[in-house]
């Protein structure tokens, strides 16, 4: 059963303080994130101070960009490829990783459950990238936080929880979920889900973690977002056990998973690669955070034995819980899209004739006794049609229909009301209660099936629309993804690829704007090479361009990790040193300096001297903008050309006077 935890249960677990929550460095990034004017510079400073999560965030980081581009070596670099977004969750997830590496549960494997969980995380990311499904560092996380349920469980309730997790081994065939919620009245899934969206996660991807175990019961359409996203999440969870597995299991969840990625488009062959892709990978990650891992299953051996296709075939469960009868004509042909009805009435006589008119009719029919169980029975399979009696014991036919048109999966179903009171005052009332049709008792079966018919006409133009709407939500989704690149490439240059002279000025503003608010050091330098004309006249613009990104390079990998060059001109660029005093721009200055001078370069026979000359300038409290600032660097660089080039200068006194 798929439920939805109550929020005042869930203030209450919180207000406990016993659930799982971020701590430390993960807390202040997350508050941090949640401000509009957070500066990378502060930022970066805040993850700087936990140097395990810097080696993470930079290892997520080369996941995403790997043979894209040269690898990601800092936090500045990371926070730039992975965003704020992503940033935010996997401080959260590292966070708990560390703080619940061990926990009081006997029967809870501390350590299995993060190895899993890390599993998730990569076969979401990969997973992401060949799909095209979302953004692969967002379900990075959303993978490495899907089971905080079980953390939660283990956490909150540790004596209780070991036996559950006994019994589930003892019957495994039972699900997990099941067994919690006789214990809890609430399962890992629901509560994992409650959390996610109290730490602000989006609710889609929410939706995703709550359904996963149950894709099949989603409801959502084949092919939207909704549908892609649990049933990856579902897969991603299955190729996790597979890697976690012992080796006579192999074969059988393979088969499984087969069949899960057959539902995503995805070969066979295609899914070797990923599973391989994502057990490199999560080999490599369970080293480096020292957790135990099985040796995973050779993947490629497993598709070419043929067991797989030899495995019993995976039963896929129908929408309607076992506990509660499907009814179906077995004539009946299977329609395109199977609409689910359900019928909610309390005399078990004019129920079954019901039934069996629908059945007859080649409709899925799903039944309820009682207005309450109706209205549970609703929320878990979200029919299209509902039928439901007015007059009904514990809860009526207008309380449940109420209740149903005040939640979101309640509002878009086509509601008939079963009902012997035919006066105008009774009926607008129903109808202002949220009935689209009704129906007198007692029952018609060729008026029954003509109002069907009308209520059928909606709900294919409901569907309809949906499918309009999914396709309006992937074109957004991708014109998303390209603004994002087109960003990218306005702020980029192109021939060295540094941020650009807007990007440096929008960087400038906003480094500005921190140092203001936080008294902290700001300083910039302003470089411009040396006789760079002569260069381009003598050996051609081609040459010039060639000297150009070599001398990029040498600029880039003579950089501190926090500063940000950026080409602003021709033969210009400035770098901007957040939280820096002059003296320490100063050495930096040389540092570029020297790494330009020590560059030996021979075009056409000649040996090239290249050289730069660099201004250096902190902010001070009588500069009025960040201009002031960057003209006392120009003044700085032009002294140096003054001078004979190939220096560092600054024409500021703080530093005892200018240098060369
Ligand atoms: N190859 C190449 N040359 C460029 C590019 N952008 C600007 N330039 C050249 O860079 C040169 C800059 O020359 P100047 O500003 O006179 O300066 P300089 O020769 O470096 O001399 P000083 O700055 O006084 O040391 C010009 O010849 C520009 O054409 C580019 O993208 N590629």
Not at 238 to 247: G, H, K, P, R, T
Not at 582 to 607: I, M, S, T, W, Y
């Amino acid at each position: 059963m798929i439920h939805r935890l109550d929020s005042t249960r869930f203030e209450q677990l919180k207000a406990s303080g016993d659930l799982p929550s971020p701590r430390g460095v993960a807390l202040a990034i997350m508050r941090l994130t949640q401000q509009d004017d957070v500066s990378m510079a502060e930022l970066t400073r805040v993850i700087r101070s936990d140097p395990a999560f810097v080696g993470r965030l930079v290892k997520a980081a080369n996941g995403i960009v790997a043979m894209t581009r040269r690898p990601v070596v800092s936090v500045q670099e990371a926070l730039m490829v992975l965003g704020l977004p992503a940033v935010r969750t996997m401080a959260l997830g590292f966070s708990l990783l560390s703080d619940h590496r061990k926990g009081s549960c006997h029967g809870f494997d501390y350590q299995a459950f993060w190895a899993g969980s890390l599993a998730i995380a990569l076969a979401m990311q990969v997973l992401a990238q060949r799909k095209r499904a979302g953004a692969p560092d967002e379900l990075f996380s959303v993978g490495l936080l899907a089971r905080v349920g079980e953390l939660a469980l283990a956490t909150l309730y540790p004596g209780d929880y070991a036996q559950v997790l006994s019994e589930q081994r003892r019957y495994p065939e039972l699900r997990l979920s099941d067994l919690e919620h006789r214990a809890f009245a609430m399962t890992h899934l629901d509560l994992g889900a409650a959390m996610l969206l109290d730490w602000g996660l989006p609710g889609l991807l929410v939706d995703a973690v709550r359904l996963h175990e149950t894709p099949e019961r989603s409801g959502s359409l084949p092919g939207s977002r909704d549908y892609v996203l649990v049933h990856l999440l579902a897969l991603a969870t299955q190729i996790a056990e597979l890697c976690m597995a012992a080796a006579a299991d192999h074969a059988q969840l393979f088969a499984a998973l087969c069949a899960g990625a057959k539902r995503l488009d995805l070969v066979p062959g295609e899914l070797v690669n990923v599973c391989e892709q994502v057990a490199r990978q999560w080999v490599e990650w369970c080293d480096s955070l020292q957790l135990r891992h099985a040796a995973p299953p050779d993947f490629a051996a497993l598709l070419g034995s043929g067991e797989a296709a030899a495995a019993p075939p995976v039963a896929v469960p129908q929408p309607c819980s076992d506990a509660e009868p499907v009814h179906k004509s077995a004539a009946a042909p299977a329609a395109a899209e199977e609409l689910r009805i359900l019928v909610v009435e309390d005399d078990a006589a004019l129920r079954a004739q019901l039934i069996g008119l629908l059945a007859e009719a080649g409709q899925r029919v799903c039944e309820a006794a009682d207005g309450r169980a109706g209205l549970e029975r609703a929320l878990e399979m979200q029919p299209h049609i509902m039928l439901v009696d007015w007059a009904m014991p514990q809860m009526d036919g207008m309380e449940l229909i109420r209740a149903l048109r005040a939640t979101r999966v309640g509002r878009g179903i086509y509601i008939l009301l079963l009902t012997e009171h035919e006066e105008d005052e009774r009926l607008i009332e129903a109808f202002e209660a949220g009935v689209d049709d009704f129906l007198g008792k007692p029952l018609k079966p060729r008026l029954l099936s003509a109002r069907l018919r009308a209520g059928l006409r909606v709900v294919r133009l409901q569907q309809e629309l949906e499918r309009d709407r999914e396709e309006i939500r992937h074109f957004a989704a991708e014109l998303a993804v390209s603004n994002r690149r087109l960003q990218e490439v306005a702020l980029t240059d192109a021939l060295t690829g540094f941020p650009n002279r807007r990007y440096a000025i929008d960087r400038m503003q906003q480094e500005w704007q921190a140092a203001t608010r936080s008294g902290r050091p700001l300083s910039c330098m302003v470089i411009d090479l040396d006789d760079f004309k002569q260069i381009n006249d003598r050996h051609g613009h081609d040459a010039g361009d060639e000297v150009l990104r070599a001398i990029a390079d040498a600029l880039r990998s003579a950089l501190r990790g926090q500063d940000v060059i950026c080409r602003t001109g021709g033969d210009e660029f400035l770098v901007i040193c957040p939280e820096t005093e002059l003296n320490a721009a100063l050495v930096c200055g040389e540092r570029l300096r020297a790494a330009v001078d020590a560059l030996h370069r021979v075009v056409a026979g000649e040996h090239l001297r290249l050289s730069i000359s660099v201004g250096v300038a902190m902010r001070e409290a009588e500069m009025v903008d960040l201009d002031a600032l960057i003209k006392r660097a120009d003044q700085g660089a032009y002294r140096a050309k003054q001078q004979g080039r190939n220096r560092v200068i600054t024409v500021q006194h703080a530093a005892g006077g200018a240098r060369s």
